[in-house]
């Protein structure tokens, strides 16, 4: 938190060229919301890596147990399919 505010101060000392301290201010506020924007996509990164993790988990754990079947295309994804839709379409 403390690299943060120095970051917000810096960037608006950068901002400030008049020496009034609006630019600072203003700067300030434009820097933390930079900040907050780059801190918000971390944040949702973080929780689709989670995502994954847990589908793969997920996937697996029905490959095991014979309910779903995956395959590798030619240019390397992978296709998850139930059986049971298989064996309607039969």
């Known amino acids: 938190m403390r690299t943060i505010l120095r970051l917000v101060r810096w960037f608006g ?3 400030d060229r ?3 301290g609006w630019s ?5 506020v434009a820097a933390a919301f930079i900040l907050g924007g780059m801190l918000g996509c971390l944040e949702t990164r973080v929780l689709e890596i989670e995502y994954d993790i847990k589908l793969n988990a997920f996937r697996r754990e ?14 390397g994804e ?3 399919r139930w ?4 064996e309607k379409r039969r």
């Open 13 to 15: 000392k950068v901002l």
């Open 78 to 80: 992978y296709v998850y």
């Open 83 to 86: 059986k049971e839709s298989l």
């Open 24 to 28: 600072t201010m203003f700067g300030s």
């Open 18 to 20: 008049d020496g009034l």
């Open 62 to 75: 029905a490959i095991r147990r014979g309910e779903m079947e995956a395959w590798r295309t030619p240019d």
